[in-house]
């Protein structure tokens, strides 16, 4: 059973998120929405304490490091792909989301600041975040480097492991993915993402992020639409998504098709949950999620 804190979460979602990109024939400007999230972003959610940022600049983008003023000794390196539908970001809430994590599991902070859609559609932010991980490796070394991304910075964080599979570059220690959109040529089973309740996603507003993000590029693409890729060979994975989500369905496959190749991968699906639940961090759910990611993340870096 939820929580009552998931309870009321789903109700302001549904309410307030869910409409932000469905509003009919009087849409607002999806630049106008990124505009507003990042103000809304930066007004309600605090910074973390002691957490100072530093751009390394790449040849369309950025690659921002984040460092805690806390030293603790470092058993390696988070690479997070931020989430937004490709077209969105809030830097506030991701940092305190990869704060926590950093500081759970003693891992310095990388996150690639990727160009965004409809401006810059695919390929754009999938080159970004494969400069920025190369960035990395040539900073840090590939040793005990993490990957993680939530929704879209799921769906590109997979895309980059099956590129660095594809061009026999190193592969990070272990990959973790929250919520991932996995699937853009919606190849799932149709019935099952028309009746899902999702409080913060409606199928309009999915077909519109997609949509900005392939600007006439083909879906089946195993860099669009990962679930098409060959999913074998790759690092250990735990992925985490709630059952009230119209994108489920991807994370349940990617489960079952990663076990078919014979790969190591942990789905845990909680119940009632709304996209990308483990970035709230008021619900003991989240809080959960993120002892289980770290865990998962402990347990796989080499000592």
């Known amino acids: 059973m939820s929580s009552w804190q998931a309870s009321v979460l789903n109700t302001i979602l549904s309410y307030v998120a869910r409409p932000s990109i469905s509003r009919g024939k009087a849409k607002v400007p999806l630049a106008q929405v990124r505009k507003k999230l990042i103000e809304l972003d930066k007004r309600w959610i605090t910074w973390p304490d002691k957490l100072v940022s530093a751009a390394v600049p790449l040849g369309h983008s950025n690659l921002l490091h984040y460092a805690h003023l806390n030293k603790l000794p470092l058993l390696g390196n988070l690479f997070y792909v931020r989430g937004g539908?490709?077209?969105?970001?809030?830097?506030?809430?991701?940092?305190?989301?990869?704060?926590?994590?950093?500081?759970?599991?003693?891992?310095?902070?990388?996150?690639?600041?990727?160009r965004l859609a409809p401006e810059h559609p695919f390929p754009a932010p999938c080159d970004d975040v494969m400069e920025a991980y190369l960035r990395l490796i040539d900073l840090k070394g590939a040793d005990n480097v993490v990957l993680m991304g939530d929704s879209a910075g799921g769906n590109l964080a997979l895309s980059l492991l099956l590129e660095l599979k594809r061009l026999n570059l190193p592969l990070p220690q272990a990959c973790v993915l929250l919520s991932p959109a996995l699937d853009l040529a919606i190849t799932g089973d149709t019935e099952l993402i028309l009746a899902a309740d999702d409080p913060f996603f409606t199928i309009e507003s999915l077909l519109r992020l997609r949509g900005a993000y392939l600007a006439g590029g083909d879906?089946?693409?195993?860099?669009?639409?990962?679930?098409?890729?060959?999913?074998?060979?790759?690092?250990?994975?735990?992925?985490?998504?709630?059952?009230?989500?119209?994108?489920l369905q991807d994370s349940e496959r990617l489960v079952a098709?990663?076990?078919?190749?014979?790969?190591?991968?942990?789905?845990?699906?909680?119940p009632n949950m709304p996209h990308v639940f483990p970035m709230i961090d008021l619900l003991p759910e989240a809080l959960e999620a993120r002892a289980q990611i770290s865990h998962f993340v402990l347990s796989h870096l080499i000592r």
């Open 85 to 114: 539908g490709f077209c969105f970001k809030t830097p506030h809430a991701h940092a305190r989301l990869v704060a926590d994590i950093g500081q759970r599991c003693q891992l310095d902070i990388y996150i690639p600041d990727y």
């Open 219 to 247: 879906p089946m693409s195993a860099r669009v639409s990962p679930l098409q890729g060959n999913l074998a060979g790759l690092p250990p994975l735990l992925v985490i998504a709630g059952t009230r989500e119209l994108l």
């Open 257 to 270: 098709q990663i076990k078919a190749c014979g790969g190591e991968i942990q789905g845990i699906f909680y």
